[in-house]
């Protein structure tokens, strides 16, 4: 699905720059890709790391997946290769969140690591935050919160990852949250912000 089939097409090039736009908005630009099973808390999570951001006056803004699949991606199944062509797009769009110099944050299953692998090959250097925010799969089916996995195991919703479809944990990820032994979302909130400050992507004004 992603075959190139543009032809005569030329990359335009702006006068202002990644760096001038950073350098604008007082912090690097960078992308954050949230990835776990579904009620893992991904999305809370990025939510929660938003609005910390947006306090400290950082150009922030979320990419959900429920959110895209409403839009951009409407067109996309769950099928393995509509998955990889949902996580291509996605990509492309958080490059250009980033080119913006903001930080973008992505909340996705996003299975597979050849397609978030992409993504990270996409971005530069330094671009591109992996988080896995680790739930096991009992607890993730307790929560349950959109009762998607009642629907997956009674048949309902096939392709479903974690019941009829596979996830494939990050092996090397920058941020490890885990949401079994630690179920308080600003918490967890915390961590990603402190990352972001140990690494000087924004800084620290409390």
Not at 73 to 78: E, T
Not at 89 to 106: P, Q, S, Y
Not at 127 to 140: G, K, R
Not at 173 to 188: C, R
Request: negative net charge; glycine residues 8%; proline residues 3%.
């Amino acid at each position: 699905m992603s075959d190139v089939k543009s032809t005569n097409i030329h990359w335009h090039e702006g006068e202002i720059t990644k760096q001038d736009r950073e350098r604008q908005n007082g912090h690097k630009g960078v992308c954050i890709w949230y990835t776990g099973l579904s009620g893992s808390g991904k999305s809370s999570i990025a939510v929660e790391v938003e609005k910390k951001l947006f306090e400290k006056g950082v150009k922030t803004y979320v990419l959900d997946g429920d959110n895209i699949r409403h839009g951009l991606n409407k067109n996309l199944g769950f099928s393995p290769e509509d998955r990889t062509e949902n996580i291509r797009r996605i990509g492309e769009v958080a490059k250009l969140f980033v080119d913006a110099g903001m930080v973008v944050m992505t909340a996705f299953i996003s299975p597979y690591k050849e397609d978030r692998n992409n993504v990270r090959k996409l971005l530069g250097d330094g671009e591109f935050i992996e988080v896995y925010v680790e739930a096991d799969l009992e607890t993730c089916e307790q929560r349950d919160p959109k009762g998607l996995y009642k629907k997956a195991r009674s048949g309902e919703i096939k392709n479903f990852t974690g019941i009829s479809a596979p996830y494939e944990a990050p092996e090397n990820p920058e941020l490890i949250i885990n949401t079994t032994e630690e179920t308080n979302v600003t918490k967890n909130a915390e961590k990603v912000i402190e990352y972001l400050i140990s690494n000087k992507y924004i800084e620290n004004n409390n």
